[in-house]
């Protein structure tokens, strides 16, 4: 027969439980503002918002695309910010930001001043397996740019793209280089590994001015440097 417990008993149980229990976390505290700070707050961002609204700023033009991160639409649409044709200047400075950091040791102003073009989806010597992202030809040099965003690189897809690259090259009588644009790197030497943050730093290079003084090309540009800041 089981022996009932006195209150007394039990009150020694819970406190000897109450000792050796972890104590219960503290409660956040809750925060008060006052109206009269918020609806301060918010009369000084009307005016900002307005501007930011008349000036076509509060929606980004890229995500209208629907460019997602789809590796072919991405890479068409860096290709027309690179060509001449579309921005001038601004669109070769871009494009000599970007290939300065992934191929040093080269004069890519004066390199693309002399003339170039781009191309998208090439197959260098026609065989649809070795189909490269991006093409740029100069008077000396042919580069392929292979984009990745989110999947990997396919078996020996590197090299036999530059394989085929170095082929072309030689045929044309220019000097080949390879450029992987991922968020990863590759460990061949000849190839050279960059990243889309490389892309949004030579983008913000040429794209600098603020507001008014911005052309429409600038501010595609650094558009698209927001854009992909997600890569």
């Not at 191929?103 to 001043?113: C, K, P, R, T």
């Not at 078996?155 to 394989?163: D, P």
Request: aromatic share 8%.
């Amino acid at each position: 027969m089981v022996e009932a417990l006195s209150a007394g008993d039990l009150e020694n149980a819970f406190d000897a439980l109450r000792r050796v229990l972890p104590l219960a976390p503290p409660r956040t505290p809750k925060q008060f503002y006052a109206l009269d700070d918020l609806q301060a707050a918010f009369r000084a961002l009307k005016q900002p918002l307005a501007a930011a609204k008349k000036m076509g700023g509060l929606i980004n033009p890229w995500a209208l695309a629907s460019l997602g991160h789809d590796e072919v639409r991405n890479a068409a649409a860096l290709a027309g910010l690179w060509m001449s044709e579309f921005g001038g200047e601004t669109s070769r400075n871009f494009l000599g930001n970007y290939l300065s950091k992934a191929i040093a040791g080269v004069d890519w102003a004066d390199e693309l001043e002399r003339g170039y073009r781009i191309e998208t989806e090439v197959c260098p010597l026609g065989d649809a397996a070795d189909r490269v992202d991006l093409i740029i030809e100069t008077m000396r040099y042919l580069i392929g740019v292979e984009v990745k965003i989110r999947a990997g690189l396919g078996r020996q897809q590197l090299e036999r793209y530059t394989a085929s690259l170095v082929r072309r090259a030689k045929l044309q009588k220019l000097s080949p280089q390879v450029v992987l644009l991922a968020p990863f790197q590759t460990k061949l030497p000849e190839v050279a590994s960059t990243t889309w943050f490389d892309v949004a730093r030579a983008a913000h290079a040429v794209s600098y001015s603020r507001g008014a003084d911005r052309s429409f090309v600038q501010q595609l540009i650094d558009s698209y440097a927001a854009h992909i800041r997600k890569f």
